[in-house]
């Protein structure tokens, strides 16, 4: 099978090497890439001429970004091309309108490695769904927070240092927000939500990231043997969902905690299969590279997975509802002490919980808060 | 696609049920049970009906044990019937010839029930085979134990007390031996090496279990930050491999040491996609039920996993190294002081482990000893 690959950045040589390496039943054929960048035979700065390849069954689109990915992988999935991407923020922005241009013109668009890298995640619910329905899921999908949470704990590094480790070795981009405040996270937490679930999942999510935390927050949780990570969960229930993106405190004794460094671990729980947990590497080129080799193989041995959303589930935010510790110098309404400078509010939902934050952060920017579960 | 069942126990009636439940295109028309259990007009005892009945494409082989199972799958897989089986201790004795039948016949040999119960690991090794090489797996691989080991530390329970209770909620067996001296875990490790490394693994590998260990072993590994769980293991070299299934002191803060009651967690190391690892129920009706299911859908969609067994891996135990601690009234010899009573000797491979065991064991029936491992 011929395929064309869309960037040729980390990713995408993840991609081509594997492939030379591992497949020969497979060639790159053609690679798309800007103009200044042309190194290969293979490359055109032209998509026109990708799409016009009827030799080219296949595009992988690693680029990256909304535009122009949103347009290729529309007009590839519309000239009868199979589609398999990386790229969770064009997902997560057009599940919707992919699935249904894979639906109506008879191929197939697979998007492993859009979520938790190398972790079999999308296939293994894909999988689950076959026999069973997915109750919930929550996960550690973002390395770059859990290297920096992971590291002010377990060296006592502050924030900014943490943060700025991250970006030397890569982890971080220059401008840390989508993965410090959970944009990464959210986009990942609605492709969940639309492959578990079988919703066109709401975009406009409670999503709280991590820009607060400090070192002394850490310790105050360590000490009543709770950890912080940022989690992104959905749960579904009685034909009605909701999804959320925010701090949870968790047991110092479960999986979650232990997860290090910048690794990721997604779970979710079945009726009949009960919790099933995956860990690995959420990126990098080889993990990213090995997932979208995965689904381009799954492809050429006739998978064609199906997204309809024809469920009908409507979004609940009462479905999920936790105690929230909240640190900061203002005191909300309806609070229990719950040590030196904390507060305990129960029984919020996700979005109250967001909003509640958003007020204290007028009065006290520098407010933490996070859900408390005891068990996950 | 109509199919067989043979055993119609806690794991044949869970897929009886899934089946019904949720697989339309799949039927169970034919039940093999004892002359005196005979309550369904599909059941029969004489396994040659279901043989010779042509309609039946599929056998799914949950009896339990060595014979007959090991017959009727041999005679179902010559008869160019499809055969899905749970059976850890047949697969361990005869997958290769189960392999090669399968081959010959054309037809599919599928395991994934038979370690992991619901966890889907024999299918991911399987998958991350396809483009890449698994270096090294160890996985908690048998609740009861794991069972066992938990309630020890986290309730202060004493041996038998935990025992007790594993049998009374129904993990552990009237007697225990097969839990507690590690046959049940290596037979998972036999059939994880086989399908991971691609080698006809040796059945005599070094075994030990927890019999011998006691409360204050385990409060002594912890005030070193250690927990000890069972492992199996396998490593992969150069063209050589090791296994062994051993008690093996890990840090308290990695996800193996968080493995709650009887849950398993499963991992691998390959070359591109780094570590995997894998958490769910290792047993029960659903669970284990779920993962003959997906099996027999996998089967109805094409899946024909072949095993060849070709690479010609040699046996090393010199691949698998580590230091010991051994708590014992008898010092071992080239052993250093490690704590009261215990002793740390270095560098044994599992094979020595083992044999220096047996040794102090003649002295000292009460003798425990655990491999130190730094990281998991």
Same mark, same amino acid.
């Given at each position: 099978?011929?395929?064309?690959? $869309?960037? =040729? ?24 890439? $800007? ?22 069954? $296949? ?20 000239? !009868? ?16 309108? *992919? ?9 197939? *668009? ?5 979520? !938790? ?25 973002n390395g770059t927070t859990n290297y920096i949470m992971d590291s002010m704990r377990r060296e006592g590094l502050d924030f900014d240092i943490a943060l700025g480790r991250a970006q030397e070795l890569g982890y971080a981009e220059?401008?840390p927000?989508?993965d410090i ?28 990231g991590i820009r607060t935390v400090t070192k002394r927050d850490l310790d105050?949780?360590s000490?009543?043997?709770?950890m912080v990570k940022l ?16 701090p ?11 997860v290090p460094s910048n690794f ?13 947990? *995956?860990? !690995? ?19 050429? =041995? ?66 933490f ?8």
């Open positions: 099978m011929n395929i064309a690959l $869309l960037g =040729h950045g980390t990713v995408g040589r993840g991609v081509d090497g594997i492939i030379r390496a591992r497949v020969p039943e497979i060639e790159v054929t053609r690679i798309l890439e $800007l103009p200044d960048r042309i190194t290969d035979p293979r490359m055109t700065s032209d998509f026109g001429e990708i799409l016009a390849d009827n030799s080219v069954e $296949l595009v992988v689109e690693c680029m990256g970004g909304i535009e122009p990915a949103h347009t290729f992988i529309a007009a590839a999935l519309a000239a !009868g091309k199979h589609v398999v991407t990386s790229n969770k923020a064009v997902v997560a922005a057009h599940f919707a309108e *992919f699935a249904r241009l894979s639906e109506e013109h008879g191929v197939a *668009f697979l998007i492993e490695a859009s979520v !938790g890298g190398g972790i079999p995640w999308i296939a293994s619910i894909d999988k689950v769904r076959r026999i069973d329905e997915v109750n919930s899921f929550m996960g550690i999908m220059r401008d927000s989508a405040d959970g944009i990464d996270v959210a986009n990942k937490t609605i492709i969940s939500a639309c492959v578990a679930f079988d919703v066109d999942c709401i975009r406009e999510l409670p999503v709280t105050l949780f000490s009543h043997g709770l989690f992104g969960r959905g749960v579904c229930k009685d034909g009605r969902y909701a999804v959320a993106v925010e949870v405190a968790i047991p110092m004794m479960s999986l979650e905690a232990a990721n671990l997604v779970s979710l729980e079945g009726v009949t299969i009960g919790p099933l947990k *995956f860990y !690995g590497q959420g990126a990098g080129s080889l993990p990213t590279g090995n997932a979208i080799v995965q689904d381009v193989i799954d492809v050429s =041995h006739g998978r064609r997975q199906r997204y309809d959303f024809s469920r009908g589930l409507v979004y609940d935010p009462s479905l999920m509802v936790c105690d929230y510790v909240l640190r900061s110098t203002v005191c909300p309404p309806h609070a229990d002490a719950w040590a030196p400078g904390a507060w305990r509010v129960r029984n919020l939902t996700a979005e109250a919980a967001r909003k509640l934050l958003e007020d204290v952060w007028q009065k006290d920017p520098t407010a808060m996070a859900a408390l579960r005891q068990e996950v």
